[in-house]
């Protein structure tokens, strides 16, 4: 079946750390989009790509890195450098012509 | 910058209706509403691509005004199931950087 993976589903991380949230997707989708969530908040854009080797910042696209070496993948990394990453993380991919987002399960990030 | 929907919450009878309303400061290309249970990701509802457009869904339907750069989500005869946090999303000024509203938090009751 044709889906988009995230993992792990719960993550935690000491300050001062990286951490690399995966996002695999296999509906042969080219654009691929990374979006923050925090409780009771709507979507942000962190980062998006619609090619391979290519990606541009979102809104929010301090403290986080991405790369986009293939097609099927977009990792996220949140670095040490981001205030504030305890948030709930989404992946999602669509066709380049028309945004119809399929979305991955989410990664909750836990800052201890 | 993020449309801004409202109400920001909404609490339903089942069988009542409701109104979703999404308003943008630039221009509107297009307009597609996600529906997200708790803990969960978005799941699409639907899209609109042209101004004046309406689309339904079962018992939910939508417009989109191209000219106000608004679109709307209507919830008819509400159902348990309809409970959620709904969103509108936009492309930003027609790219592909794709955006998402501040969101609307539903609970139907019984």
């Known amino acids: 079946d044709g889906g988009i993976t995230q993992s792990p589903k719960y993550l935690f991380r000491k300050e001062g750390q990286n951490v690399t949230l995966s996002c695999e997707q296999n509906?042969?989708?080219?654009?691929m989009y990374w979006y923050r969530q925090d409780p009771g908040q709507g979507l942000r854009l962190i980062y998006y790509?619609?090619?391979?080797?290519?990606?541009q910042k979102g809104d929010i696209a301090e403290g986080y890195s991405v790369s986009r070496e293939k097609k099927e993948s977009f990792p996220l990394t949140v670095t040490s450098a981001q205030k504030n990453p305890t948030a709930f993380y989404l992946c999602?991919?669509?066709?380049?012509?028309?945004?119809?987002?399929?979305f991955g399960q989410g990664t909750r990030l836990t800052v201890v | 910058q993020q449309p801004v929907q409202s109400p920001q919450a909404v609490i339903l009878r089942e069988g009542e209706d409701a109104v979703i309303n999404c308003s943008s400061s630039?221009?509107?290309?297009?307009v597609h509403w996600y529906r997200q249970k708790h803990g969960e990701a978005p799941v699409f509802l639907m899209i609109?691509?042209?101004?004046?457009e309406q689309k339904g869904h079962d018992k939910i339907s939508a417009s989109f005004n191209e000219k106000k750069q608004q679109s709307s989500l209507y919830l008819t005869a509400s159902q348990l199931s309809y409970s959620g946090t709904y969103f509108c999303?936009?492309?930003?000024?027609?790219?592909?950087?794709?955006?998402f509203g501040t969101g609307t938090r539903l609970k139907v009751l019984a």
């Open positions: 999602a991919s669509s066709r380049q012509t028309i945004f119809e987002a399929f």
């Open positions: 509906l042969n989708h080219d654009a």
């Open positions: 790509s619609q090619i391979v080797n290519d990606f």
């Open positions: 630039k221009a509107l290309y297009s």
């Open positions: 609109l691509l042209k101004g004046g």
């Open positions: 999303g936009t492309d930003d000024s027609g790219t592909y950087k794709y955006i």
